[in-house]
């Protein structure tokens, strides 16, 4: 049984940053692709970044994001620095046996999501 728990979301003020951490049990991360997508009210799931050998990112998160993996911890994380209000949204952690992939459809084992919250 694969599970992914988020953690570190919160509430913010633009310009801020928030770390968040998404711990993996039942797959090894290392050995898999990881990513981390974000749902805003009213909008489609979309793709933030992931991370295999390499990292990738979504264009309205490039140089502000960055994704990174513990493999001792099992344990991704996302660490997110000038912040937007268009950054609120609940963030998703997910995991694909596809490597490299964005396609949030080639994922097969999601988190429960956490809020994120950017205030102007």
């Known amino acids: 049984q694969v599970q992914l728990v988020e953690s570190g979301g919160g509430l913010v003020q633009a310009g801020g940053s928030l770390r968040l951490s998404c711990a993996a049990s039942g797959r090894t991360i290392g050995t898999y692709t990881m990513g981390w997508f974000r749902q805003a009210p009213g909008k489609e799931r979309e793709f933030v970044a992931a991370?295999?050998?390499?990292?990738y990112y979504a264009d309205s998160v490039k140089g502000r994001f960055t994704i990174s993996r513990d493999n001792a911890k099992n344990t991704v994380y996302l660490q997110m620095n000038t912040l937007k209000p268009e950054d609120t949204a609940v963030y998703y952690c997910a995991t694909s046996p596809t490597w490299g992939t964005i396609r949030p459809e080639m994922y097969d084992y999601w988190g429960q999501g956490t809020q994120v919250t950017v205030s102007s």
């Open positions: 991370i295999t050998w390499s990292t």
